[in-house]
């Protein structure tokens, strides 16, 4: 039986600088110590950027969490309060494990 989970989307926002790589960027580290201490708490399973540097990243959330509150969780995000990242709730169907 597949469990249901939700992921953060997260893409660059209004003040995001482009050309300027993501470890310089305004309020990045107050964003990684907002899901650190989520991950910490047992909330978040995984997440980090994408690879190609583009700004967007994703955060995986353990199953049986309500999107309430994910989206309280996202709109504290400092990040997100700055402007540097927007971002997007998207429910996922765990159909896999290894």
């Known amino acids: 039986m597949s469990e249901r989970c939700f992921v953060i989307l997260h893409s660059p926002g209004p003040a ?17 110590a907002h899901y650190a201490e ?3 708490q047992g909330l978040v399973v995984m997440g980090g ?3 190609d540097a583009t700004g ?6 353990r199953a ?7 989206r309280m969780h996202a709109l504290t995000d400092p990040a ?19």
């Open 56 to 61: 967007g990243g994703l955060m995986i959330f």
């Open 16 to 32: 995001w600088e482009p050309g300027l790589p993501l470890t310089q960027q305004l309020g990045v580290r107050e964003h990684e």
């Open 38 to 40: 989520l991950a910490r």
């Open 80 to 98: 997100v309060e700055s402007g540097l990242l927007q971002f997007e709730i998207l429910p996922w169907v765990i159909a896999y494990r290894g």
């Open 64 to 70: 049986g969490l309500d999107e309430d509150t994910l």
């Open 49 to 51: 950027p994408f690879a």
